[in-house]
């Protein structure tokens, strides 16, 4: 399986390769050449396999460069029971993405009992092995640096910490984080996590990130490498879990369901895509956006208009708050019919600040074609999900995955299930769920106290040369 740049200007790639990179050469993203497809007979054979046996026979159609034997074993050991054990009592956790019904054809499907309670660790979790084995084969090291408000770099430090060959710093906001999310980062005791709090807010750290990975000589020296959500390996380990989803709903390949994503960044529904593009029977995906409506206002009048920072609104589902959709750029690429030409040429507008407007051209009506429809949700119908969710499920749903289960009533099908993807556990955001509910949500045994632990962080002012100084001391 070879990987082409999206702007149609970069060398193919294989997977180990796109795996340790950012973005192609030439600014693009990576995708398949074209997607590998899943036979009906492939699909059957699915139905009587572990998640384990799942990934490791998609992620052959994607990773043909790593050995069957080698491939096996990382997915054996990513997704095994005890990695995705902090959920609900009732939940059949060996499914490790196991199914709740709600009531006739409307499911939830729990992608957040990892170790940081949020989706992003079933992917990530798979990155942090694969990464260990291409490295320790390449005989290479790299220094992950990030800036994080929360999920992402919670779960990438607990996807890399003790892992060879690398090392992770991860910036973060002193002040904007709950008590919770500095806990869970600032406890980690690994001497390959390095955690820096900077005197600032989230976009002060991110400036700091895009200094030190603009200063190229510096980059090259200390191989300093990301682990964003326009990683591949992330998009491909996210298709596994529709697979997944899919089996557990339906009883005959004859079926189709429809999935419900909470989108920030277009990560996970792009897995959705590219599953569908696969074989798998999806009707519908349908993509829900909190207050920032950026890709609801695109799926609805063809228009992308990527927000300034300044305008984007803080909400109480923080981590769909997002000016632009870094993945956004795979699903148009299909959707122009994979011409590069007319991507360079629509996102010519967008890198330079602008936007593009699809409303009267032939790719509106493939955009039903590819099965995307969307919605919007605001803090008000947040509340109101939760109460209604706890009042008639007696289940306590996370601000995200309200939305997500808010826009997925507005285009459920009376024929076919329609499965909500939970994107992270109540507890992760805990202040609205007592707005809502008057009480504080339930917690895993393994985080009651996790306030109370000691921390080990570095408090940094907003400086560029104070980090880079950082990682010459600790890359030493
Ligand atoms: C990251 C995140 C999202 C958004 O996912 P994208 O892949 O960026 O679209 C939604 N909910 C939660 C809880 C998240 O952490």
Redesign the pocket.
Same mark, same amino acid.
């Given at each position: 399986m070879q990987y082409l740049s999206t702007r149609g200007n970069a060398p193919q790639l294989g997977f180990s390769d796109i795996l340790l990179g950012g973005l192609m050469e030439d600014g693009g993203l990576s995708l398949p050449a074209s997607y590998p497809t899943v036979s009906d007979a492939e699909l059957t054979a699915m139905r009587g396999m572990s998640y384990a046996e799942l990934a490791y026979t998609l992620l052959a159609k994607f990773a043909t460069d790593i050995p069957a034997d080698d491939l096996r074993a990382l997915a054996a050991k990513t997704y095994t029971p005890a990695v995705y054990c902090n959920a609900r009592p009732d939940s059949d956790t060996s499914q490790i993405t196991p199914l709740r019904k709600l009531e006739k054809n409307l499911y939830l499907q729990e992608l957040s009992n990892g170790p940081t309670l $949020? %989706?992003?660790d079933m992917a990530m979790q798979l990155l942090g092995n694969l990464f260990e084995y291409v490295l320790a084969k390449r005989g290479e090291q790299i220094n992950i640096l990030g800036a994080t408000s929360g999920? &992402?770099g919670s779960a990438a430090e607990y996807a890399m910490r003790g892992k060879k060959g690398v090392r992770v710093f991860m910036l973060s906001p002193r002040e904007n984080m709950s008590a919770f999310q500095r806990a869970q980062m600032y406890s980690l005791q690994d001497a390959n996590i390095f955690n820096l709090a900077v005197r600032g807010m989230f976009d002060d750290a991110q400036d700091i990130v895009k200094a030190v990975s603009n200063d190229l000589a510096f980059k090259a020296e200390y191989k300093i490498g990301a682990v964003n #959500?326009i990683n591949w390996g992330r998009v491909a380990a996210q298709v596994i879990y529709y697979f997944k989803g899919y089996l557990a709903a339906t009883t005959s390949n004859n079926q189709q369901v429809n999935f419900a994503v909470? #989108? =920030? +960044? %277009? =990560? +996970? !529904?792009c897995a959705g895509h590219i599953a569908r593009m696969m074989g798998l029977p999806i009707r519908k995906l349908v993509l829900a956006t909190n207050e920032n409506d950026v890709l609801d206002e695109f799926f609805r009048t063809g228009v992308y208009r990527p927000r300034k920072t300044a305008d984007v609104k803080v909400t109480s589902?923080p #981590?769909?708050d !997002?000016s632009k959709a870094s +993945?956004f750029e795979r699903f148009v690429f299909d959707l122009v019919g994979r011409d590069p030409a007319v991507v360079r040429e629509l996102w010519k507008a967008v890198d330079g600040g602008g936007h593009f407007d699809l409303s009267t051209t032939p790719y509106i009506p493939r955009i039903a074609e590819f099965g995307f429809v969307s919605g919007r949700s605001n803090h008000a119908d947040r509340i109101a999900t939760i109460q209604r969710v706890y009042k008639q499920y007696g289940l306590m749903i996370?601000t995200?995955t309200a939305d997500g289960l808010k826009v997925a009533l507005e285009h459920l099908d009376d024929d076919i299930p329609t499965i909500v993807l939970e &994107? $992270?556990l109540p507890a992760k955001f805990e202040e609205t769920i007592i707005e809502a509910l008057g009480e504080k949500p339930w917690r895993p045994a393994s985080m009651q106290n996790i306030e109370a632990l000691p921390q080990r962080v570095e408090v940094m002012d907003i400086k560029v040369q104070a980090v880079k100084d950082f990682i010459v001391t600790h890359t030493r």
């Open positions: $949020a %989706f992003k999920d &992402t #959500s909470p #989108s =920030g +960044n %277009f =990560g +996970n !529904i589902s #981590s769909m !997002i +993945n996370d995200h &994107t $992270a």
